[in-house]
């Protein structure tokens, strides 16, 4: 049976350089918003992703006040973690800023060139803030093993 992780579980997991998935409330009539992103979180901190100001994402997280992300494991054991909460501030992200979420993802030399590649089209992008306030957990390793 899948278990629910626990709080140090969910929040090494969420720390780990993974794609997440961002979701938020869209206009009426449509469905809500998901795309892949770029994030940091620290254990016990907030979650922060960046954005180009003028995006649709952005201003759909200014209208809603939160958003939710969610990250998986599918290589080996299935895992899974979503967070939700409310945008607690926003800021302007420097390059050093920039590069530092590139190097999250991408390996040396090819951070700092992507980060100075699109100094042009994303030098302006902003960082958005949230605070986790949910969270739901999956951690399907043990399922594994009674099967194994």
């Known amino acids: 049976m899948p278990r629910k992780m626990t709080v140090e579980e969910r929040e090494e997991f969420l720390a780990r350089p993974q794609v997440g998935v961002l979701s938020v ?15 940091r979180y620290e254990p016990g ?15 759909l997280i200014e ?3 939160r958003f939710a992300l969610c990250v998986q494991q ?9 967070v939700e909460g409310p945008v607690v501030k926003t800021w302007p ?14 390996p040396p030399g090819i ?5 100075d590649a699109t100094d042009g089209t994303h030098g302006k992008n902003i960082a958005i803030v949230m ?6 957990t999956r951690d399907f390793s043990d399922l594994a093993e009674q099967l194994a």
Do not use: C, F
């Open 25 to 39: 409330a869209a206009e009426p009539g449509r469905a809500p918003l998901t795309t892949p992103i770029w994030y």
């Open 45 to 59: 901190g907030d979650v922060v992703v960046m954005t180009s100001p003028g995006s649709r994402k952005n201003r």
């Open 63 to 65: 209208a809603a006040g």
């Open 74 to 82: 599918q290589d080996g054991d299935y895992k899974y973690v979503s």
């Open 93 to 106: 992200m420097t390059k050093a800023e920039r590069h530092e979420m590139a190097a999250r993802y991408l």
């Open 111 to 115: 951070s700092e060139a992507y980060t």
């Open 131 to 136: 605070r986790p306030e949910r969270w739901n």
